[in-house]
Structures are given as C-alpha cells and as structure tokens.
C-alpha cells in the first residue's frame, strides 16, 4: 500500500507564503515524478507544478515566477511546493500526486487527500 500524506495548507492573505508538503510512504521501488495539482470551487482540477526523478521542473502559467516546486528523496520521498505572492485566485483544494513504481514492471498515478489553501483579506 502507498500513501501520500500532505501538509501545509490555510489561510493566507494576498501577497503572502505557504509552504506545502507532500511525503509518500509504503512499498516504493522508484518514484517517477511528483508534483501537486489543484481545484478550485466550480472549476476544474488542473496542474500547477511537476518535478521529476531527474529534476526537470513543470508550471503551470498561472504560477510560475511565484510557485517553487522542489523534491526530497534519500528515503524521504517528499515533495514541496512553496508558494510566494500568493493571489486570490490560488484559492483552491491542492492534491500531491506521484508517478510510483512498486515494482520495476509496475507504474501508476496515486494521490493525496488535499489541503486547502485560501488566500483572503
């Protein structure tokens, strides 16, 4: 079994820093890629950032310059977004997700519970 287990959310006014975390436990071969998605009331669940085994980085449009998506391995297996200048708009329920290999032969998507984010005066 696997498990993703974040942390970080709240209430933040605009302008504003959250950190949020990510740690992913059980049986893991490898993990391909992690990165965090998120859904705002009425709206779709879209990407926001993605980072690989490699390192290579993905953002969103909407985030870039602001968001920061970095990685711990060596058996921590987390990963972190910390979010800077925050706006009204990244208010919304973030998911951590991971591209995990059980296995060598085994890959597949597995997500967090979410943690909500809300930027307000």
């Known amino acids: 079994q696997v498990q993703l287990v974040e942390s970080g959310g709240g209430l933040v006014q605009p302008g504003g820093s959250l950190r949020l975390s990510c740690a992913a436990s059980?049986?893991?071969?490898?993990?391909?890629?992690m990165g965090w998605h998120r859904q705002a009331p009425g709206k779709e669940r879209e990407l926001v950032a993605t980072?690989?085994?490699?390192?290579?980085?993905?953002y969103a449009e909407s985030v870039k310059g602001r968001f920061v998506v970095s990685r711990e391995d060596n058996g921590k297996n987390t990963v972190y977004l910390q979010m800077n200048s925050l706006e009204p708009e990244d208010t919304a329920v973030y998911y951590c997700?991971?591209?995990?290999?059980?296995?060598?032969?085994?890959?597949?998507?597995?997500w967090g519970q979410g943690t909500q984010v809300t930027v307000s005066s």
């Open positions: 997700y991971a591209i995990i290999r059980r296995t060598l032969y085994s890959r597949r998507d597995y």
């Open positions: 059980g049986t893991i071969f490898s993990i391909d890629a």
């Open positions: 980072i690989t085994n490699g390192g290579s980085t993905n």
